[in-house]
């Protein structure tokens, strides 16, 4: 039997909220409060984030983005994670797996972006 798809998503100093479905473009920039950014990890996970939320300073920084263990970036209020399907060019839902890495993500605080195609 076929679940549902799902997506997560992270309000700063919050854990993940999972709802089901697929958000469109409207619900995604309601989330996020704004235009959208979206960065695709190394593991297939698409974080989507307010592309100006660094500049807006009522949002707070969420999670720190590493290459390694050196600090590189970082994110700037809610966050919606799903995965992208190029093939279809379709944001699809979360694979069961992902739910344990962005809890990880969420406690840590961080998210480590190695560039070999793993992520850690």
């Known amino acids: 039997m076929k679940t549902a798809p799902l997506h997560a998503v992270k309000q700063p100093d919050e854990p993940w909220v999972y709802h089901v479905g697929v958000p469109d473009l409207r619900d995604l920039q309601s989330y996020c409060g704004g235009y959208i950014e979206a960065l695709r990890c190394s593991n297939g996970i698409t974080l989507i984030f307010n592309e100006e939320g660094k500049f ?17 970036d970082y994110i700037v209020g809610p966050i919606v994670a799903l995965r992208y399907e190029y093939c279809s060019g379709e944001l699809v839902g979360l ?10 993500w969420a406690d840590e605080r961080r998210f480590n972006e190695v560039y070999n195609g793993t992520e850690s």
């Open 56 to 72: 807006d300073e009522r949002m707070t920084p969420n999670l720190l983005r590493t290459v390694g263990d050196i600090p590189f």
């Open 95 to 104: 694979n069961e797996a992902d739910i344990p890495v962005l809890t990880r």
